[in-house]
């Protein structure tokens, strides 16, 4: 316990010693740029690890449920947009509602000839398509009608116009419903085929948010998203910043960016802490005993009576909502939300990579994993540089081989992943901070 103990203090105490070098010999800015992502990527690696570390659900589709969670940013807080909506918004809004209602009827039918498979077959498949059909007749041409007006400014139908920190507890609740029915589909699956049919279904909601302009702008992307902070413009001219800065000598411009910047520290920290305390709770309670039972040897907690199928779901659906609320802080912080950003090296692989080297089963190697993983990501590429630059000092400057090596920097990034996975799974295959054993 005590060795368990003073591994996290130590690890713990290392990643704050490397901010504190950033800050120092970087700049203040640059490390608390680094803190927030660390802290959003900590948040996405315990959602990760409640699915795989503590129940062995292998869901490669994190990318999927980040882009939703930045999407209820879209919905949630941008303004709406009257003139589009007049033009086309209720049709679709009739349409999808139409769309629901044969859903509705198609179960109705599917569950009432469960006894003839050829008639649920038919009728099922029938009254699908007709309502399929049936929406996009009334939707297409109000699609079309609101991407074509004033496509360079809107050609969407805007958000409701709420304060952004609301679309937080949404994106989760969004994430979790997707979550939901892909789980009822997916979850019966193999471990290997879960993990290409989420990486498939997280492509599938990619690819519809880049499409579908009517709702979020596509590759067009939406700026100006409004903040749970002040603009720093705004403590630029406010009279306690410009004595401050006054009387110490500082640029207020750098002044107000950190304060910016520690106000979203404490926004993000705060919810690392409760999601954090959630999971610690939930972990040493008898629900968690039973998921971690289940993770070992799923047939013997089946034959004991245990749902296993429902279980999974309802990791899965956790997991998901975490990491949609972590999408939603993310774009938040970026202050626009663009699709073309998300790639499965980001939002899947990487946050693997987080809680595969931090500690996969425990909730304190997630962490450490998110911001160990993200800080190198980040801080690689200098660090690289300045590694080439000292090994190529004794060259020429016009040396084909210095350039080429200079020229090659921004490659150290992958170079250093791959390094620091093989690395772990050499030394410390069951990560940096190992599951601690239970009786």
């Known amino acids: 316990m005590n ?48 699915q795989w570390g503590n129940s062995g659900i292998v869901n490669f589709g994190a990318m999927g449920f980040a882009a939703l969670g930045g999407l209820c940013c879209v919905l949630v807080s941008m303004p709406i947009t009257n003139s589009v909506w007049q033009l086309g918004g209720f049709k679709v809004l009739l349409a999808i509602v139409i769309f629901f209602i044969f859903i509705f009827i198609t179960n109705r039918i599917w569950k009432f000839f469960k006894h003839s498979p050829k008639k649920r077959i038919f009728y099922s498949v029938s009254i699908f398509l007709i309502g399929f059909m ?19 400014k809107t050609g969407y139908l805007g958000g409701v116009n709420l304060p952004i920190i609301f679309s937080w507890p949404i994106a989760g609740l969004f994430a979790a419903f997707v979550a939901f029915l892909i789980g009822k589909i997916a979850l ?34 939406v700026n100006g998203l409004p903040r749970p902070v002040p603009y720093e413009i705004d403590l630029q001219n406010t009279d306690w910043l410009i004595k401050l800065t006054e009387n110490y000598d500082l640029s207020i411009i ?10 979203y520290s404490s926004l993000f920290l705060l919810t690392l802490i409760i999601i954090f305390i959630f999971f610690e709770t939930v972990s040493k309670s008898p629900w968690g005993r039973m ?16 749902d296993v199928k429902k279980r999974h779901l309802q990791v899965f659906v956790i997991g998901s909502a975490i990491i949609g609320i972590a999408g939603a802080m993310m774009t938040t912080l970026d202050g626009q939300f663009t699709p073309a950003s998300y790639q499965p090296i980001r939002y899947t692989f990487l946050i693997w990579i987080m809680v ?23 801080e690689s590429e200098p660090l690289g540089l300045w590694i080439i630059e000292l090994c190529t000092s004794v ?45």
């Open 254 to 263: 750098v002044v107000s960016s950190i304060i910016v910047k520690l106000a």
């Open 395 to 439: 060259l020429d400057d016009d040396s084909l081989l210095k350039n080429h090596l200079l020229e090659s920097a921004a490659h150290m990034r992958l170079i250093m992943m791959g390094l620091t996975l093989l690395l772990a799974l050499r030394f410390a295959p069951k990560g940096i901070i190992e599951e601690q054993k239970r009786i």
């Open 3 to 50: 060795k368990h103990k003073n591994r996290i203090i130590l690890t713990y105490g290392f990643m704050f010693i490397l901010l504190l070098l950033v800050g120092f010999l970087q700049s203040w800015n640059v490390s608390l740029a680094i803190l927030n992502l660390c802290i959003i990527s900590a948040i996405m690696s315990l959602g990760i690890n409640i």
């Open 134 to 152: 049936t929406m996009r007749l009334i939707a297409d041409p109000a699609i079309q009608s609101i991407e074509s007006f004033e496509s360079a």
């Open 356 to 378: 595969i080297v931090g500690g996969s089963g425990n909730n304190y190697g997630a962490v450490l994993g998110g911001f160990l993983i993200w800080f190198f990501w980040v």
């Open 291 to 306: 998921m971690r039972a289940i993770r070992d040897n799923e047939i013997s907690a089946n034959a004991m009576g245990k």
């Open 188 to 221: 019966g699956l193999r471990s290997d085929y879960l993990a290409i049919a989420t990486l498939g279904i997280s492509e599938i909601v990619l690819y519809f948010i880049k499409n579908e302009d009517w709702l979020t702008r596509g590759v067009k992307n």
